[in-house]
């Protein structure tokens, strides 16, 4: 049986990455983990992850959390030095 640790290092996704859909999405870490996994095969996907993560981001600045507002950024960083968009 897969764990979530196992579909995570498959995806190539971070927790903090999944941790921010799951913010966006509203929902738990293992549905925000399904979409993102399938998201991150494509390049219209990993377009769309990225701005899920931008629009966490935003929102986070919004409220005036600078605390999550920094991570988010970091988060949004590392995703675009990993991922390729084209």
């Known amino acids: 049986m897969l ?3 196992d579909c995570l290092d498959y ?6 990455e999944i941790d921010a859909v799951a913010a966006h ?3 738990c870490r293992l549905q925000a983990l399904a979409l ?3 998201l ?3 390049d219209r996907g990993r377009r769309q992850l ?4 931008g ?3 935003l929102q986070a600045r919004v409220e005036g959390d600078r605390q999550r507002e920094r ?4 988060v949004v960083d590392g995703f675009t030095s990993r991922h390729q968009l084209q």
């Open 3 to 5: 764990t979530f640790e």
């Open 50 to 53: 990225l701005r899920i993560l």
């Open 11 to 16: 995806c190539e996704l971070t927790i903090d």
């Open 55 to 57: 629009e966490t981001l």
């Open 25 to 27: 999405e509203h929902s």
């Open 71 to 74: 991570q988010l950024k970091s």
């Open 40 to 42: 991150v095969q494509s």
């Open 36 to 38: 993102a996994g399938s």
